[in-house]
């Protein structure tokens, strides 16, 4: 019996310029490398969303706070839950923790850390610790306070990252999963006017890679827990770049392939999407392609479930664009025409699941 296609949504974040929609959602052509669009969500700027680990519930970034939804797994569409307040300005980024217990919101406007506690129904809750980043950046004249660019914990469920572009430095917070508390306890010091922007790490946890936006590169760390304290080494640096490049880009995203054996950043101003290898053995990643992508702006960009697609989100240009891959060859071929999506921001897939209730 031939085995059944597995079946994807994806879901693109904007921000809404005119149109009050601003979650769009897509069905995944798997084999021709395409998005169709399936459904669209009323809320304005959403600017981040993300999914819970148990793969139940999206939530989503808006102009007042944080919004909840619950992903019908048959279908892919989203129902609202509910809405809550960071009693902050609008966030540009979030994640739960790994028991989807808690959810930290990062706030680049006033350099804010917001935590709220989880629902069982997926619901948000209460504020449980809100944190100010404090201080004054590297370039003055750009960014007068921290910008906190993105939060993320650790795999082992024990402390919570918070990259500040603005500061050049990502904290590191012991995180309190019973009261949902932070406690600053170390800092990872970025190069001068590199910005930090976002942190991932390998599924296995051992390995944590920040991309800079200012100065396109990633650094690679090693990470443990030594006698109940976090230990990070950096251990390699790469370029988000072509050797050629002349230079005022800015790097964007970061995303792992489903597999874990590659990662793909994006490069504004050179309008390009690079992709590495990476060795889980050293956690170095060895840089495989950097080629354009027929748009300006790329604020994002994934691989398709089946790693053989890549969608490219370009903010300036309005565009999705859709691309075939062949990594051990080095190429990428533009695969139909472009998307017209208003200043998409972000990109996340989801299985769907025809036996799910």
Same mark, same amino acid.
């Given at each position: 019996?031939?085995?059944?296609?597995?079946?994807?949504?994806?879901?693109?974040?904007?921000?809404?310029?005119?149109?009050?929609?601003?979650?769009?959602? /897509?069905?995944?052509?798997?084999?021709?490398?395409?998005?169709?669009?399936?459904?669209?969500?009323?809320?304005? !700027?959403?600017?981040?969303?993300?999914?819970?680990?148990?793969?139940?519930?999206?939530?989503?970034?808006?102009?007042?706070?944080?919004?909840?939804?619950?992903?019908?797994?048959?279908?892919?569409?989203?129902?609202?839950?509910?809405?809550?307040?960071?009693?902050?300005?609008?966030? *540009?980024?979030?994640?739960?923790?790994?028991?989807?217990?808690?959810?930290?919101?990062?706030?680049?406007?006033?350099?804010?850390?917001?935590?709220?506690?989880?629902?069982?129904?997926?619901?948000?809750?209460?504020?449980?610790?809100?944190?100010?980043?404090?201080?004054?950046?590297?370039?003055?004249?750009?960014?007068?306070?921290?910008?906190?660019? *993105?939060?993320?914990?650790?795999?082992? !469920?024990?402390?919570?990252?918070?990259?500040?572009?603005?500061?050049?430095?990502?904290?590191?917070?012991?995180?309190?999963?019973?009261?949902?508390?932070?406690?600053?306890?170390?800092?990872?010091?970025?190069?001068?006017?590199?910005?930090?922007?976002?942190?991932?790490?390998?599924?296995?946890?051992?390995?944590? /890679?920040?991309?800079?936006?200012?100065? !396109?590169?990633?650094?690679?760390?090693?990470?443990?827990?030594?006698?109940?304290?976090?230990?990070?080494?950096?251990?390699?640096?790469?370029?988000?770049?072509?050797? /050629?490049?002349?230079?005022?880009?800015?790097? *964007?995203?970061?995303?792992?392939?489903?597999?874990?054996?590659?990662?793909?950043?994006?490069?504004?101003?050179?309008?390009?999407?690079?992709?590495?290898?990476?060795?889980?053995?050293?956690?170095?990643?060895?840089?495989?392609? *950097?080629?354009?992508?027929?748009?300006?702006?790329?604020?994002?960009?994934?691989?398709?479930?089946?790693?053989?697609?890549?969608?490219?989100?370009?903010?300036?240009? !309005?565009?999705?664009?859709?691309?075939?891959?062949?990594?051990?060859?080095?190429?990428?071929?533009?695969?139909?025409?472009?998307?017209?999506?208003?200043?998409?921001?972000?990109?996340?897939?989801?299985?769907?699941?025809?036996?799910?209730?």
């Amino acid at each position: 019996m031939e085995k059944k296609a597995e079946k994807y949504v994806a879901y693109v974040s904007t921000y809404t310029m005119g149109d009050d929609h601003g979650i769009k959602i /897509y069905d995944v052509d798997m084999e021709n490398g395409r998005f169709i669009e399936k459904d669209q969500v009323k809320i304005t !700027n959403s600017s981040y969303v993300t999914i819970s680990h148990n793969q139940k519930f999206l939530y989503s970034i808006t102009d007042t706070g944080v919004e909840s939804y619950k992903i019908n797994h048959h279908t892919g569409e989203l129902a609202v839950i509910n809405h809550a307040s960071i009693h902050g300005m609008r966030g *540009c980024y979030l994640s739960t923790d790994y028991q989807d217990e808690f959810l930290f919101v990062a706030g680049y406007h006033d350099g804010k850390l917001t935590v709220l506690r989880l629902h069982e129904d997926g619901g948000i809750g209460e504020i449980t610790d809100e944190v100010f980043h404090k201080g004054l950046g590297s370039i003055a004249e750009r960014n007068f306070r921290p910008h906190i660019s *993105c939060v993320k914990m650790t795999r082992d !469920n024990k402390y919570l990252l918070a990259a500040d572009l603005g500061m050049d430095h990502v904290n590191v917070y012991r995180f309190n999963s019973g009261t949902g508390k932070v406690k600053l306890i170390d800092v990872i010091r970025s190069d001068i006017e590199s910005a930090p922007r976002h942190v991932k790490f390998t599924k296995d946890g051992k390995f944590l /890679y920040i991309v800079h936006e200012l100065k !396109n590169i990633i650094d690679v760390y090693s990470y443990q827990e030594i006698k109940g304290n976090p230990e990070f080494e950096e251990i390699q640096t790469v370029s988000t770049l072509n050797d /050629y490049h002349a230079g005022g880009s800015a790097a *964007c995203a970061l995303n792992f392939s489903s597999d874990d054996n590659y990662l793909i950043s994006s490069n504004a101003g050179d309008n390009s999407v690079v992709v590495y290898k990476v060795d889980h053995e050293t956690g170095e990643l060895e840089k495989k392609l *950097c080629l354009p992508i027929s748009g300006d702006y790329p604020k994002d960009a994934n691989f398709f479930p089946d790693m053989r697609h890549i969608v490219s989100l370009n903010h300036e240009s !309005n565009t999705m664009t859709f691309f075939t891959v062949d990594i051990d060859k080095g190429l990428l071929v533009m695969k139909g025409k472009e998307i017209p999506v208003d200043k998409p921001n972000c990109v996340i897939f989801q299985k769907l699941d025809e036996k799910a209730d």
